[in-house]
């Protein structure tokens, strides 16, 4: 039998958007978020020159690579876009970013996230794109605020999650692309407050029964997976 493409969609009878509401391929993200009408630093240099007015970082292209932990003297910055600077670690002083609430990463290949910095950050959006990570480690759990995250394109034969993030309670959406899990992620079910799940291309081959049961679940995407078949319990799920 074929593989299928599974996409399910579960409607609140309210009505009420599932998603949240954050698009880091807009272009304006940065703008719209965070203190209004303060200087986007594009460069992390000019962004440590001018500390306390550094409220958003967008730096794109230039290179940081071993300089990394010199961006956690930005005590104020709300927001951080990293694209193509080469940065292979989140390190363990990132955690003095306590005023940082958006963390979106894209073409650097991070392989290790110290777990100090999910100890003391104040984060609700994570995006990690084009990673090398093994692992997240239980330290994850937290990060009691976060309500969205994004882990796209991880290069690694097998991507490992702590089971500890059923614990974050303000989870309302996680995205998983392009990433060997093998297995669907068990902390998801237990997760009672988690509205979106998404794990796309991770060559998950079943679904768990205890999918039925998660109160808060309204939309299901397992597109690209390798499931051959949907089961039959689906039609009792909440909702």
């Known amino acids: 039998m074929k593989y299928i493409s599974l996409l399910i969609l579960f409607f609140l009878c309210l009505g009420l958007p599932a998603q ?26 000019d962004a440590i020159k001018n500390k306390k007015t550094a ?19 930005l005590i104020n910055l709300q927001l951080m876009n990293l694209q193509n600077n080469s940065i292979t670690s989140i390190p363990a002083d990132w955690a003095f970013l306590s005023n940082m609430y958006i963390l979106v990463s894209k073409k650097n290949p991070i ?43 991880n290069s690694t034969d097998t991507l490992r999650i702590s089971d500890s993030i059923k614990r974050i309670t303000s989870l309302k959406e996680i995205v998983i692309a392009d990433a060997n899990l093998y297995h669907f992620p068990s902390f998801i079910f237990r997760s009672k407050h988690l509205g979106t799940v998404s794990l796309i291309n991770c060559k998950i081959d079943s679904m768990p029964e205890e999918l039925q049961w998660m109160e808060s679940l309204t939309v299901l995407n397992l597109e690209g997976n390798n499931i051959k078949e949907v089961p039959r319990w689906l039609v009792n799920c909440k909702n």
């Open 20 to 45: 949240v509401k954050f698009d880091s391929e807009d272009p304006l993200w940065i703008n719209n978020n965070g203190v209004a009408e303060v200087t986007i630093y594009e460069s992390y240099k």
């Open 55 to 73: 409220y958003k970082l967008s730096s794109i292209n230039e290179l940081i690579g071993k300089n990394v932990s010199k961006l956690s003297s």
């Open 111 to 153: 392989q290790y996230i110290d777990p100090y910095f999910f100890s003391e950050t104040n984060l609700l959006y994570l995006e990690l794109c084009d990673t090398k990570l093994d692992s997240l480690p239980r330290e994850i759990q937290y990060l009691n605020k976060l309500e969205l995250l994004r882990i796209i394109g």
